[in-house]
């Protein structure tokens, strides 16, 4: 895998981010175990609670087209044209993640415009909730 290049798959997806309250642009690009990049961005809403992540965008995008195989997401963000600080999943994105991704191989990338950190998804939910049925 080629992390560079997904988080320049990622900085293309945020400039399509729908964020006129916030200012603050995500992009996420997922990568499938085929080689296909799914892209997110995230998409404000004036009424909050109908927001969207980037990460789940992309997700949901990669679900509905059949794929289901992630190796791992990139994710970027800042206020206007810079990305200028790491954006790690929200809860809710990691609940979702653990969904459709193994929870120890699966990679979260993040870059905050100079480093790069990589987590895999059970360090960052490590209790995931996972029904009983």
């Known amino acids: ?7 320049e798959e990622a900085m293309k997806a945020r400039e399509m981010a729908y964020a006129p309250y916030s200012e603050f642009r995500v992009g996420a690009a997922l990568l499938d175990g085929d080689g296909t990049i799914y892209y997110g961005c995230n998409i404000e809403n004036a ?4 927001c969207n ?3 789940r965008t992309a ?10 195989d992630f190796r791992a997401i990139a994710i970027v963000g800042g206020k206007d044209k810079d ?3 790491f954006c790690p999943p ?7 993640m653990s969904e459709f991704c193994d929870a120890d191989s699966f990679q979260v990338i993040l870059y905050d415009g ?5 987590y895999s ?4 939910l490590p209790h995931a909730f996972d029904s009983i049925l």
């Open 114 to 118: 100079t480093e790069t950190r990589i």
């Open 1 to 7: 895998m080629d992390i560079e290049l997904l988080i």
């Open 121 to 124: 998804l059970a360090d960052l």
């Open 53 to 55: 992540c980037a990460e």
């Open 83 to 85: 990305v200028t600080e």
């Open 90 to 96: 929200c809860g809710i994105c990691r609940q979702v």
């Open 47 to 50: 009424s909050y609670g109908a």
């Open 59 to 68: 997700i949901f995008k990669a679900v509905s087209e059949g794929a289901g």
